[in-house]
């Protein structure tokens, strides 16, 4: 069953750390969000391998957003 890793806030994802088939570990930085001109990581939150990328760089997401799903 997969799981995601989703946005801490809204923002536009500046940069995705990992591409389908990468495998992480907890901490790893998956993301890049800039929301008030700041950059902000997102870690997992869990480890395991990409199954999918869900959103693109450029793309705006609320908090919540799914970003990444994984196994």
Same mark, same amino acid.
Do not use: C, N, R, Y
């Given at each position: *069953?997969? !799981?995601?890793?989703? +946005?801490? *806030?809204? %923002?536009?994802?500046?940069? #995705?750390? #990992?591409? /389908? %088939? @990468?495998?992480? =570990?907890?901490? @790893? !930085?998956?993301?890049?969000?800039? +929301? *008030?001109? *700041?950059?902000?990581?997102? /870690?997992?939150? =869990? +480890? ?5 990328? #869900?959103?693109?760089?450029? @793309?705006?997401? @609320? /908090? %919540?957003?799914?970003?990444? +799903?994984?196994?």
């Amino acid at each position: *069953m997969a !799981k995601f890793i989703s +946005s801490t *806030m809204a %923002g536009t994802i500046w940069k #995705l750390e #990992l591409k /389908e %088939g @990468d495998t992480f =570990d907890l901490g @790893d !930085k998956v993301a890049i969000l800039e +929301s *008030m001109k *700041m950059e902000i990581p997102v /870690e997992a939150d =869990d +480890s395991g391998t990409v199954l999918k990328v #869900l959103v693109q760089e450029g @793309d705006v997401v @609320d /908090e %919540g957003t799914h970003l990444i +799903s994984f196994s």
